[in-house]
């Protein structure tokens, strides 16, 4: 079934087109990840659904549907929630509808000894309703989420209002999935999740039964989560059917199929051209007036352009430093009053590539600081001729007054074509480089702070989440650089592509402990996987004696009651046979006062056998079940 649908769009910004001749649809099983790069109109397209999804819908060209009655769940960069509300009951708010049927259940319930039919009918379709909507475990489901995404349980009684800007994110990605719409759209929704909060949300959109539509810049989680890819790019739309990884592969046919198209209508294009030139005055003149306006009517083909053909950035350094570059001995790590982590020891060798792993809120960015300014503390002990360069994610080395031209050109000693050549090579096209660095997108400041990083020609590079923003283009150009680079890499991030592809050591920030994994992201979770097996085994083999102990004690005890349920079925039987020969013997006397007392007793005690009997038997099932 179709839940959206495009046809011959165009979008505009001001004067100039940002989409043109968009045409898609978008299917109920669907799970499609967007991608392009910054600026190329993901957010635009998605703004396009939404607008028409509230009714603003304003179209420059062309037509969408939407299928009746769709409920679309949008996380989008700027988040909206009630920041009066503390993070649990933003989530209760989804399900105040339940509420409202429990709260009517339990008036029906206490006028449920009336006996009443309509009562007694209300209630069972209020119960029926609550078992529908999965009602009465909500406060289960909404913990599984809160939980998954990196919350603990002191913190949902958290006010929004306190929360951090990252905090604030999960909280509305939280609410998004509890609300289980049709349609699911997520903006960089990873951004602000630590490692085991993507795995857990990957799983959890695994499952997701209905559709999806997501921006990422996270190949590991593209791949994992998506079953078709919609490429923006020179504001057309490309729909290829697959992950991203069956994209890259599809894309790079379609490119070296479109070149070979292009170069064989060149060489076509050359000698119509040769033949026009060597004939037009001659003999031939007619027919080379003919070629002329064929020519003139043909549909050229565009040169491709080839993400592998852009020139390659790098990182450079200025001089060797000696082969220690950082030693930690005995060292604590606090965060603020708080303490992360004690007993620190490890040393971080000239070339090494180190990554520094944890969940939210270990340390990990506060560990980097230590990198980037040795001078915080007196257990850092430093080598000699050490040149650190250090990115961070509120991009402080940039001049938000400058324009991305000057502030290459009034930092570093390079002409005008040095300066273009650079930026162009990060993806700046020619309109960026006027543009203030206030007004830039969080992934085009990221680019040009590692511009600036790389001039600085550092032989130690501290990087705290550098992937973050940036499309996955632009990650590729870093990370080939990263591979070239010849000093020492110290890096935080939550980009398991990137973590496999540059770190061959990890710092592991848990449990406020730092452990050392030689080997590199992959190595190191198969090691976890293999820990996880090994604890579940020691943890089985105990569940495993106490299950047999349980279950012996069980089987005791169900014997117990089975012989003890026998002796009181006898004993009301005995009971009953006594009050029938009463009852016989009033009837002789015709008492009957005495008949209908007698034979409300032994009603009574038929009521009770009856149920002492089905007790029995489950009691009987249960025991011989054991045994078996």
Same mark, same amino acid.
């Given at each position: 079934m179709t839940l959206v649908q495009f046809s011959a769009v165009d979008r505009e910004y001001g004067a100039e087109k940002i989409l043109e001749d968009i045409s898609f649809a978008l299917q109920e099983s669907d799970k499609v990840g967007l991608i392009g790069v910054n600026g190329c109109g993901k957010t635009t397209l998605i703004k396009t659904i939404m607008d028409k999804y509230i009714g603003k819908e304003h179209l420059e060209k062309g037509s969408i549907s939407l299928q009746k009655n769709l409920s679309i769940g949008y996380l989008s960069q700027n988040v909206s929630l009630n920041y009066e509300n503390s993070i649990i009951q933003e989530m209760e708010l989804l399900f105040s509808?339940?509420? %409202?049927?429990?709260? $009517? +259940? @339990?008036?029906?319930?206490?006028d449920i000894t009336s006996g009443r039919e309509e009562t007694l009918q209300r209630h069972g379709e209020l119960i029926s309703k609550l078992e529908f909507l999965e009602g009465f475990d909500y406060h289960y489901k909404i913990d599984q989420v809160l939980f998954g995404i990196g919350f603990v349980k002191d913190e949902l009684s958290k006010k929004i209002e306190v929360l951090s800007g990252g905090e604030k994110n999960r909280v509305a990605l939280a609410k998004i999935l509890l609300s289980n719409p049709d349609l699911l759209i997520l903006d960089e929704p990873t951004n602000h999740l630590d490692i085991t909060g993507i795995e857990w949300l990957e799983e959890y959109l695994v499952k997701f039964n209905k559709a999806i539509l997501v921006v990422s810049h996270d190949r590991y989680f593209l791949d994992r989560v998506t079953n078709k890819t919609f490429e923006i790019e020179n504001r057309k739309l490309c729909s290829y059917?697959?992950?991203? %990884?069956?994209?890259? $592969? +599809? @894309?790079r046919e379609?490119?070296?199929?479109?070149?070979?198209?292009?170069?064989?209508?060149?060489?076509?294009?050359?000698?119509?051209?040769?033949?026009?030139?060597?004939?037009?005055?001659?003999?031939?003149?007619?027919?080379?007036?003919?070629?002329?306006?064929?020519?003139?009517?043909?549909?050229?083909?565009?040169?491709?352009?080839?993400?592998?053909?852009?020139?390659?950035?790098?990182?450079?350094i200025r001089r060797v430093p000696t082969d220690k570059i950082f030693q930690l001995e005995k060292f604590t790590l606090f965060g603020g009053k708080k303490l992360l982590a004690k007993h620190i020891s490890f040393s971080i060798y000239?070339?090494?590539?180190?990554?520094?792993?944890?969940?939210?809120g270990t340390g990990k960015s506060t560990l980097l600081k230590y990198f980037e300014n040795p001078l915080l503390s007196e257990e850092l002990i430093l080598g000699s001729n050490l040149e650190i360069g250090y990115f961070d994610q509120n991009h402080t080395n940039l001049d938000f007054s400058s324009t991305v031209y000057n502030e290459l050109r009034y930092n570093f000693p390079l002409n005008e074509e040095q300066i273009r050549s650079i930026l162009s090579n990060f993806l700046f096209e020619?309109?960026?480089?006027?543009?203030?660095?206030s007004v830039l997108s969080g992934g085009e400041r990221a680019k040009l702070s590692l511009i600036k990083l790389?001039?600085?020609?550092?032989?130690?590079?501290?990087?705290?989440?550098?992937?973050?923003?940036?499309?996955?283009?632009?990650?590729?150009?870093?990370?080939?650089?990263?591979?070239d680079y010849e000093g020492t890499l110290v890096v935080v991030s939550h980009d398991r592509y990137f973590l496999q592809t540059l770190v061959d050591k990890m710092l592991i920030?848990?449990?406020?402990?730092?452990t050392i994994f030689d080997g590199d992201f992959e190595a190191y979770k198969a090691s976890e996987k293999r820990v996880e097996v090994q604890n579940s085994d020691k943890e089985e083999q105990v569940l495993n004696y106490q299950e047999t102990k349980a279950l012996k004690n069980r089987s005791v005890s169900l014997e117990k009651k089975v012989a003890k349920g026998e002796e009181?079925?006898?004993?009301?039987?005995?009971?009953?046979?006594?009050?029938?020969?009463?009852?016989?013997?009033?009837?002789?006397?015709?008492?009957?006062?005495?008949?209908?007392?007698?034979?409300?007793?032994?009603?009574?005690?038929?009521s009770s056998i009856l149920e002492a009997f089905d007790e029995w038997e489950t009691l009987l099932s249960e025991f011989e079940s054991l045994k078996s």
């Amino acid at each position: 079934m179709t839940l959206v649908q495009f046809s011959a769009v165009d979008r505009e910004y001001g004067a100039e087109k940002i989409l043109e001749d968009i045409s898609f649809a978008l299917q109920e099983s669907d799970k499609v990840g967007l991608i392009g790069v910054n600026g190329c109109g993901k957010t635009t397209l998605i703004k396009t659904i939404m607008d028409k999804y509230i009714g603003k819908e304003h179209l420059e060209k062309g037509s969408i549907s939407l299928q009746k009655n769709l409920s679309i769940g949008y996380l989008s960069q700027n988040v909206s929630l009630n920041y009066e509300n503390s993070i649990i009951q933003e989530m209760e708010l989804l399900f105040s509808h339940i509420e %409202s049927i429990k709260a $009517e +259940l @339990k008036t029906v319930e206490n006028d449920i000894t009336s006996g009443r039919e309509e009562t007694l009918q209300r209630h069972g379709e209020l119960i029926s309703k609550l078992e529908f909507l999965e009602g009465f475990d909500y406060h289960y489901k909404i913990d599984q989420v809160l939980f998954g995404i990196g919350f603990v349980k002191d913190e949902l009684s958290k006010k929004i209002e306190v929360l951090s800007g990252g905090e604030k994110n999960r909280v509305a990605l939280a609410k998004i999935l509890l609300s289980n719409p049709d349609l699911l759209i997520l903006d960089e929704p990873t951004n602000h999740l630590d490692i085991t909060g993507i795995e857990w949300l990957e799983e959890y959109l695994v499952k997701f039964n209905k559709a999806i539509l997501v921006v990422s810049h996270d190949r590991y989680f593209l791949d994992r989560v998506t079953n078709k890819t919609f490429e923006i790019e020179n504001r057309k739309l490309c729909s290829y059917n697959g992950n991203f %990884s069956k994209f890259v $592969e +599809l @894309k790079r046919e379609k490119i070296l199929s479109h070149e070979r198209a292009f170069e064989k209508q060149q060489k076509e294009i050359k000698a119509t051209e040769a033949y026009i030139l060597k004939y037009k005055a001659g003999i031939k003149s007619k027919q080379a007036r003919g070629r002329s306006k064929q020519l003139a009517r043909l549909e050229r083909i565009d040169k491709v352009y080839n993400q592998d053909n852009i020139s390659k950035f790098r990182f450079e350094i200025r001089r060797v430093p000696t082969d220690k570059i950082f030693q930690l001995e005995k060292f604590t790590l606090f965060g603020g009053k708080k303490l992360l982590a004690k007993h620190i020891s490890f040393s971080i060798y000239n070339g090494e590539r180190v990554g520094i792993l944890g969940k939210n809120g270990t340390g990990k960015s506060t560990l980097l600081k230590y990198f980037e300014n040795p001078l915080l503390s007196e257990e850092l002990i430093l080598g000699s001729n050490l040149e650190i360069g250090y990115f961070d994610q509120n991009h402080t080395n940039l001049d938000f007054s400058s324009t991305v031209y000057n502030e290459l050109r009034y930092n570093f000693p390079l002409n005008e074509e040095q300066i273009r050549s650079i930026l162009s090579n990060f993806l700046f096209e020619e309109g960026d480089l006027s543009k203030k660095i206030s007004v830039l997108s969080g992934g085009e400041r990221a680019k040009l702070s590692l511009i600036k990083l790389s001039l600085q020609k550092p032989n130690v590079l501290v990087l705290d989440e550098p992937t973050n923003h940036l499309d996955i283009y632009s990650k590729e150009i870093l990370i080939d650089s990263l591979l070239d680079y010849e000093g020492t890499l110290v890096v935080v991030s939550h980009d398991r592509y990137f973590l496999q592809t540059l770190v061959d050591k990890m710092l592991i920030i848990q449990d406020e402990r730092v452990t050392i994994f030689d080997g590199d992201f992959e190595a190191y979770k198969a090691s976890e996987k293999r820990v996880e097996v090994q604890n579940s085994d020691k943890e089985e083999q105990v569940l495993n004696y106490q299950e047999t102990k349980a279950l012996k004690n069980r089987s005791v005890s169900l014997e117990k009651k089975v012989a003890k349920g026998e002796e009181r079925i006898t004993e009301l039987e005995s009971e009953k046979q006594v009050l029938e020969n009463l009852y016989e013997d009033a009837g002789r006397k015709n008492e009957v006062s005495k008949l209908l007392s007698l034979q409300e007793a032994i009603a009574t005690l038929e009521s009770s056998i009856l149920e002492a009997f089905d007790e029995w038997e489950t009691l009987l099932s249960e025991f011989e079940s054991l045994k078996s």
